[in-house]
């Protein structure tokens, strides 16, 4: 599964292409429009995303704002081997963010939250926390980025996936 966040409302191409490849794409929030989510095309189809600070009705364009109303605060999605928990992480203060999101979602085997565009992969416990970076181009500090998640039974891997920066297609919001 591809997993990013802080698009925007641009959506860098070749994290577009890199979604096309897995079976499911899951975004953290700050999404910007519904064109991004529109052009995530994961194989099986099946596109999980949540509300982030800006995603509100008033930063979005009138005909594209009821798509928020189909969005919520937080998703549990039940993979093989464990709980994904999925976040934008705005709602957590930034000191002690991934200590917090443990103790919220202790259950999980692992923890998405987007919001400080900065990649992360923190194995060092569990549950594990894992921002994915910016997937678009405001704030990607190096690069657009993203997590591909292999979720099998008794095993998941990480791929973390960072591109050089470059203009991408989609309007800002």
Known sequence: MAI???????????VEALVATCDLAVHGGDIGNAE???RLRPRQGRVIA?????????????EQAQVLDGLREHENLMLPGGTLAVIHGHQLAARNRHERLRRRFPQA?????GHS????ADRDAEP?????????????FGGPSCIVLDAAEHRWSLRIERFEPLT??????
């Open 36 to 38: 991004v989510l529109q």
């Open 4 to 14: 990013l966040a802080d698009t925007h409302g641009c959506l860098d191409a070749r």
């Open 109 to 113: 085997r692992a923890i998405v939250y």
């Open 117 to 120: 565009h900065r990649l992360i």
């Open 50 to 62: 949540v509300i982030g600070n800006n995603d509100l009705p008033r930063k979005w364009l009138p």
């Open 168 to 173: 991408c297609h989609g309007r800002s919001s």
């Open 128 to 140: 594990w926390v894992l921002n994915p970076g910016a997937a678009g181009r405001a704030r990607t």
